[in-house]
């Protein structure tokens, strides 16, 4: 089983950055894929990014703004800059066993509880 605990979230005003981490333990076969995902109120879950052994992945509403990375401690983050009002979201990470990641929640099998981010003007 793989636990996932986010952290990080805030709020922070248009044109802000903010760092979010993901602590993640369990076997390293239920996680070869991460990624982030978010929903906004009264709006679906969309994904964020991924990351796997065959590289990073990013949505294209914030390619070039956020950057997703996994260091040798298990933790996951998510660096996001110039963020805008549309990125306020509950900010999910979650987990899964295969070797590629894309946008399909299907691929995860881990999720955490979440943390919010709030962008304000």
């Known amino acids: 089983q793989v636990q996932l605990v986010e952290s990080g979230g805030r709020s922070v005003e248009a044109g802000g950055s903010l760092l979010l981490s993901c602590a993640a333990s369990?076997?390293?076969?239920?996680?070869?894929?991460m990624g982030w995902f978010r929903q906004a109120p009264g709006k679906k879950r969309e994904w964020v990014a991924s990351?796997?052994?065959?590289?990073t992945t990013v949505s294209d509403s914030v390619k070039g703004r956020f950057t997703i990375s996994k260091d040798a401690e298990r933790t996951l983050y998510l660096q996001m800059n110039s963020l805008e009002l549309e990125d306020t979201a509950m900010y999910y990470c979650?987990?899964?066993?295969?070797?590629?990641?894309?946008?399909?929640?299907?691929?995860?099998?881990?999720w955490g509880r979440g943390t919010r981010v709030t962008v304000s003007s």
């Open positions: 990351v796997s052994s065959d590289g």
């Open positions: 369990g076997d390293a076969y239920y996680r070869r894929c």
């Open positions: 979650a987990a899964g066993r295969f070797f590629a990641c894309d946008d399909r929640e299907s691929l995860y099998d881990s």
